[in-house]
T-cell receptor
Framework: KAGVTQTPRYLIKTRGQQVTLSCSPI?????VSWYQQTPGQGLQFLFE???????NKGNFPGRFSGRQFSNSRSEMNVSTLELGDSALYLC??????????????FGSGTRLTVV | DAKTTQPTSMDCAEGRAANLPCNHS???????VYWYRQIHSQGPQYIIH???NNETNEMASLIITEDRKSSTLILPHATLRDTAVYYC???????????FGKGITLSVRP
C-alpha cells in the first residue's frame, strides 16, 4: 500500500512569505504528526492531529500552524518565513492516536529553503 | 517520556552483528521502547519496539534488560545499507509525540 506522501519535495521561499506543506497519511491512519529537522536542533515535534483535532503541540511560535481534514490529510502552514525556518519538514502517520503498539510511518519530507 | 542516552557513534564490519545500546533508566512501567533509523535526508524508518520482552522481526532484534533500564538493538548481519543514525525513543500512552535525541551514528565498513 502507498506510504506517507508529502508534497512538495522541495521548496524555495523568500523571507516574509508564507508556505503550506501537505501530507497524505497511509490509508486508514487517523493520526498525523509533523516534525522539523535542522542540523542544529535535530528532529523536533511540531504538532499532532487526530480526527481533525490538534491533540499535542510542540514548542514552536504561532507562525507554525496546521490542520487536518476529514479524510485525515493534513497541511501545515508557516507564515512570515524566517531564514531559520529552513529545514526538512517531516510528516508521520499512525493507526492509533499514540502510535504506541503500531509505530509511526514517516514520509520523505519537504525540504524548505528560505532565502 | 523517559530520557534516552546513546553513544554518539559506532562502527562495525559488514556481515558482522551490530549491537546498539540505549540507556533509559527513568523509564516507567507503561512506556514502550522504540527504535527508528534515518538514512541521510530520508524520513525516519521504524525498526522495532518492545515493552518488556525481547522482540525480533525481519530487520532486527531488541533485547530489553529485566529492569527495563536499558536495551540493545541488534542488527544480526550488518550491510553497508545499514549505515544510518539510529534513534532509541520511549513512548507512553499519555503523550503521542516522539522525542528524538541525537541518536547513534552507525557506520558499516566494507
Amino acid at each position: 500500500k502507498a506510504g506517507v506522501t508529502q508534497t512538495p519535495r522541495y521548496l524555495i521561499k523568500t523571507r516574509g512569505q508564507q508556505v503550506t506543506l501537505s501530507c497524505s497519511p497511509i490509508s486508514g491512519h487517523r493520526s498525523v504528526s509533523w516534525y522539523q529537522q535542522t542540523p542544529g536542533q535535530g528532529l523536533q515535534f511540531l504538532f499532532e492531529y487526530f480526527s481533525e483535532t490538534q491533540r499535542n503541540k510542540g514548542n514552536f511560535p504561532g507562525r507554525f500552524s496546521g490542520r487536518q481534514f476529514s479524510n485525515s490529510r493534513s497541511e501545515m502552514n508557516v507564515s512570515t518565513l524566517e531564514l531559520g525556518d529552513s529545514a526538512l519538514y517531516l510528516c508521520a502517520s499512525s493507526l492509533s492516536r499514540t502510535g504506541r503498539g503500531y509505530g509511526y510511518t514517516f514520509g520523505s519530507g519537504t525540504r524548505l529553503t528560505v532565502v | 517520556d523517559a530520557k534516552t542516552t546513546q553513544p554518539t557513534s559506532m562502527d562495525c564490519a559488514e556481515g558482522r552483528a551490530a549491537n546498539l545500546p540505549c540507556n533509559h533508566s527513568t523509564i516507567s512501567g507503561n512506556e514502550y521502547v522504540y527504535w527508528y533509523r534515518q538514512i541521510h535526508s530520508q524520513g525516519p524508518q521504524y525498526i522495532i519496539h518492545g515493552l518488556k520482552n525481547n522482540e525480533t522481526n525481519e530487520m532486527a532484534s531488541l533485547i530489553i534488560t529485566e529492569d527495563r533500564k536499558s536495551s540493545t538493538l541488534i542488527l544480526p548481519h550488518a550491510t553497508l545499507r545499514d549505515t544510518a543514525v539510529y534513534y532509541c525513543i520511549t513512548i507512553t500512552g499519555a503523550n503521542s509525540k516522539l522525542t528524538f535525541g541525537k541518536g547513534i551514528t552507525l557506520s558499516v565498513r566494507p
